[in-house]
């Protein structure tokens, strides 16, 4: 990944998040690569991110909550090999992410045990049709993806 790439990575991650829906709230927790804090690191040829899922026992108006659980894992985001895509692809992508998570939480039915990988498919950016935000999100919510944890209410 091109320095540029890391750093168009880093304003979207920075722009997308924190996502919140329902009771749940999806953040990126910081890194320390080197000498500085980054949302997002290569290692091994891929885009890596640490996201913490926090659960509450009400949805986020209810002036009263608790916090029921707290999930975090280290995963992959995106393939780190970016140089063959046009400028502005990956942003689309992680907003479209974004955008889809958020739609997802907010339908999650209650009971369903989320872990936040369950909410990443980094194989979508390697599509060759979706280019734009709106297309990422629907290529994300589709039942083989994110679609299977949403209820069909909402």
């Known amino acids: 990944m091109t320095d540029a790439a890391e750093a168009e990575l880093e304003a979207a991650l920075r722009e997308g998040t924190p996502i919140i829906g329902g009771p749940h709230a999806l953040?990126?927790?910081?890194?320390?690569?080197?000498?500085?804090s980054r949302l997002a690191w290569i290692e091994r040829g891929f885009a890596r991110v640490t996201?913490?899922?926090i659960t509450w026992d009400g949805p986020r108006d209810q002036?009263?909550?608790s916090i029921l659980d707290i999930r975090e894992q280290e995963i992959v985001?995106?393939?780190g090999d970016t140089r063959d895509e046009p400028p502005g692809r990956l942003r689309e992508y992680i907003l479209g992410w974004?955008?889809?998570v958020a739609e997802c939480l907010e339908r999650v039915p209650?009971?369903?045990?989320?872990?936040?990988v369950d909410l990443v498919f980094p194989r979508v950016f390697e599509l060759k049709r979706p280019r734009t935000r709106e297309q990422f999100t629907g290529a994300l919510l589709v039942r083989s993806r994110m679609g299977r944890w949403m209820s069909e209410e909402t």
Not at 27 to 36: A, Q, S, T
Not at 110 to 116: S, Y
């Open 77 to 79: 985001i995106a393939p």
């Open 110 to 116: 209650d009971g369903a045990c989320l872990m936040p």
């Open 98 to 100: 974004a955008d889809a």
């Open 27 to 36: 953040e990126l927790v910081p890194r320390d690569v080197g000498d500085e």
């Open 63 to 65: 002036p009263a909550r």
């Open 51 to 53: 996201l913490r899922m």
